[in-house]
């Protein structure tokens, strides 16, 4: 396919910057735009001037160039549901941050983490004086067990046990 974009005639030097725009197999949400430079000092024998990266924001900043040539390079995370996503990046470098449960074990594991924010849960006991007392659990999930004397009228009673272990002393009359 050709296009003619446009015919000039100077006597002297001609320059600009031509701004296009391509939709990739006619799709308009799929797009390439591309920035070119040009002078006809290129043209005439002339030294060009230099064309590179202006945006001195850019990774690959050329201080030389005078001409934008659209290959501006920065480098970042480019995936917007990332925590450290970067606009002006247009190359990843693989540090996109995803924050999250990354502990396989936890109730709330987030396989698509990578970046641990301390928000796992992991149910169980959290009494640390219960006989099956979970040292790892931080969400209580009701299941902690503390052996001891459930009778109330006991010299020994104890309101926090759940499970009785015999243990209950009354007083009075022992007699058999």
């Known amino acids: 396919m050709r296009v003619l974009l446009g015919q000039f005639t100077t ?7 031509l701004n296009y725009q391509v939709f990739l197999e006619g799709d308009g949400a799929n797009d390439e735009r591309v ?14 001037p230099a064309c590179g990266c202006t945006d001195a924001s850019s990774d690959n900043y050329d201080p030389t160039a005078q001409y934008d040539d659209s290959s ?21 470098d693989g540090s996109c ?13 987030d396989p698509t ?3 641990d924010d301390g928000s796992c849960i992991f149910f169980g006991c959290t009494n640390p004086s219960a006989d099956n007392y979970d040292a790892e659990a931080n969400f209580d999930n009701g299941s902690c067990e503390i052996s001891g004397c459930t009778i109330s009228g006991a010299e020994n ?12 002393v009354f007083a009075g009359c022992t007699n058999e």
């Open 72 to 92: 501006c390079v920065t480098a970042g995370c480019t995936d917007s549901a990332a925590d450290n996503y970067s606009e002006a990046a247009n190359e990843d």
């Open 157 to 168: 009673y104890n309101a926090e046990a759940t499970e009785n272990d015999g243990s209950c």
């Open 97 to 109: 941050l995803f924050s999250g449960c990354t502990d396989s074990d936890a109730f709330n594991y």
């Open 35 to 48: 920035t070119v430079s040009f002078s006809s000092a290129d043209l005439e024998g002339e030294t060009p």
């Open 11 to 17: 006597e002297g030097t001609f320059e600009g910057t």
């Open 113 to 115: 983490a990578n970046a």
